[in-house]
């Protein structure tokens, strides 16, 4: 078995705020990929005393170990589990119920001698590919399709479009969330690997269109995920007249995992 991951916050000033693990059990049978993007809350209150890099190795550690110590649990059932009980580690300090406490995108693969478990909250991605040579992006595209104005709006005030009918869905302090998430199962005969990108990883193919997701894929196998998120900063800076980049942030926080099963 080959797991190899990659990231780089976006400004080395700040903490990173994506989160990669790959948690193994001592037994050596199966594993779990945890793959988290925080999201920055806009500069003012957010009821937490806490940071979001600070949420998401707390919900990323609980995330990995449930996915490996609880195989009776479904992945929506461990993601309940873990947002559950992250939000108690800080309910008596922080307003949960802020729009803006910390919260993070999540992407999560299980695996054992039998099937391929997968599932997918927010923006980020999944990419699976099969044993006939095809690659499968698994997306939850809810924020991909609101309108580009409201997203503005959402941005740079609390009228917030997250965790909300007509919206999109993040992991916070909501157990209930984990419903909403993207999920499926495959046999693992039918799986030869798969990857997970925070968006700041997959402005490869999302934003510089320097490849569709099978070339990304080939990439991460060959040159694995530090080589793309190391190509992603070079366009990035290449981009001095924003026409990939537009009015988006120069660099982002960038985390990919990749595994061969």
Not at 60 to 84: P, T, Y
Not at 101 to 108: D, F, G, I, K, S
Not at 155 to 177: C, H, S
Request: glycine share 8%; aromatic share 4%.
């Amino acid at each position: 078995m080959r797991i190899e991951l990659g990231t780089a916050p976006g400004d080395p000033a700040r903490p990173n705020e994506d989160y990669a693990a790959a948690a193994l059990p001592a037994s050596g049978r199966g594993g779990a990929l945890v793959l988290l993007d925080g999201v920055t809350p806009p500069q003012g209150d957010d009821g937490c005393l806490h940071s979001v890099a600070w949420f998401t190795a707390r919900l990323g550690g609980a995330l990995g170990e449930l996915s490996v110590s609880r195989r009776d649990m479904a992945l929506r059932e461990v993601l309940s589990e873990a947002i559950r009980r992250t939000a108690d580690t800080h309910r008596a300090t922080c307003d949960l119920s802020h729009p803006r406490t910390p919260q993070a995108t999540v992407v999560l693969v299980r695996w054992d001698d039998e099937r391929v478990e997968h599932l997918v909250l927010s923006d980020s991605v999944l990419l699976v590919a099969e044993a006939d040579g095809r690659v499968v992006p698994v997306l939850d595209d809810r924020l991909a399709r609101l309108p580009r104005a409201s997203l503005a709006m959402e941005a740079l005030t609390d009228a917030t479009l997250r965790n909300k009918e007509g919206g999109f869905f993040t992991a916070a302090a909501d157990p209930e969330v984990a419903a909403r998430a993207v999920a499926g199962t495959a046999a693992r005969t039918e799986v030869t690997a798969v990857a997970a990108l925070t968006d700041g990883a997959a402005r490869w193919v999302e934003k510089f269109r320097e490849g569709d997701w099978p070339d990304c894929l080939a990439l991460l196998r060959k040159e694995g995920p530090q080589a793309l998120v190391d190509r992603v900063r070079t366009l990035e800076r290449a981009d001095t007249d924003r026409v990939f980049l537009g009015l988006g942030k120069t660099h982002d926080d960038a985390a990919a995992i990749y595994a061969e099963l």
